[in-house]
């Protein structure tokens, strides 16, 4: 089966670091995708792995083992308008130009001051 | 704003009602795509269009119907839903890698 595995809630405080955990049991991989979605709005995309090991990009980062089925997204510097929900979603395949994502349930982070 | 955009953005219906969703991107993909997300559960998949043509139907209730007149435009024709159907539905679109979303359609069927 599919399975994707994200904590539901955290909290953290303004200026800290959080991690984020996702866990995957999956029939194909084909990388795996971190998005942010706030309220009311269309998910936007964060980052992306498909070899192990981190990438990182301004304050985020993510990183990737695919022989633990593991990824975390990793925030630094929190600040306020970081409150939102952060969907970790992997690749079962690409195929012919369109490729299918299982997205997990989300983690809703509330930074708070 | 991500090139995607969808219309209406907010929906009532009764269960008798027929209405249609739409979505348009402007970003030159060939990939379009119908998710639908309820609270605190998964994105779930619904539709896959690859260059007009369905290639993906996730077991989807057949009072959803997809249209996909160009590579540009995607639409959702709703008839005789549930209220377990309300929800927000996404419309995305991609080239390669990353999928673009727009903002969804807040749909409550009463």
């Known amino acids: 089966g599919q399975n994707i595995d994200q904590p539901t809630e955290m909290t953290a405080t303004e200026g800290a670091i959080v991690q984020i955990n996702c866990t995957y049991q999956?029939?194909?991989?084909?990388?795996l995708f971190w998005y942010q979605q706030h309220a009311g709005e269309a998910p936007t995309f964060l980052s992306y792995?498909?070899?192990?090991g981190l990438e990182e990009k301004g304050r985020f980062s993510s990183f990737l083992s695919r022989s633990k089925g593991y990824s975390y997204l990793l925030l630094k510097e929190l600040q306020m308008k970081d409150s939102a929900s952060y969907l970790c979603?992997?690749?079962?395949?690409?195929?012919?130009?369109?490729?299918?994502?299982?997205f997990g349930a989300g983690t809703r982070l509330a930074v708070h001051p | 704003e991500t090139g995607v955009t969808q219309t209406p953005r907010h929906l009532v219906m009764g269960m008798t009602n027929k209405k249609s969703l739409k979505c348009e991107q402007h970003l030159g993909h060939n990939a379009m795509y119908w998710y639908k997300q309820s609270a605190k559960k998964p994105l779930e998949l619904m539709f896959v269009y690859s260059l007009e043509e369905r290639v993906e139907n996730n077991s989807v209730p057949s009072r959803f119907s997809p249209e996909c007149p160009n590579s540009s435009h995607l639409f959702l024709h709703l008839h005789t839903l549930q209220p377990e159907d309300s929800a927000l539905y996404l419309c995305?679109?991609?080239?390669?890698?990353?999928?673009?979303f727009g903002p969804g359609t807040r749909l409550t069927v009463l």
């Open positions: 995305a679109s991609s080239q390669w890698d990353e999928q673009f």
């Open positions: 999956t029939s194909g991989f084909n990388g």
């Open positions: 979603a992997v690749r079962d395949f690409l195929s012919g130009g369109y490729n299918k994502l299982i």
């Open positions: 792995n498909v070899l192990d």
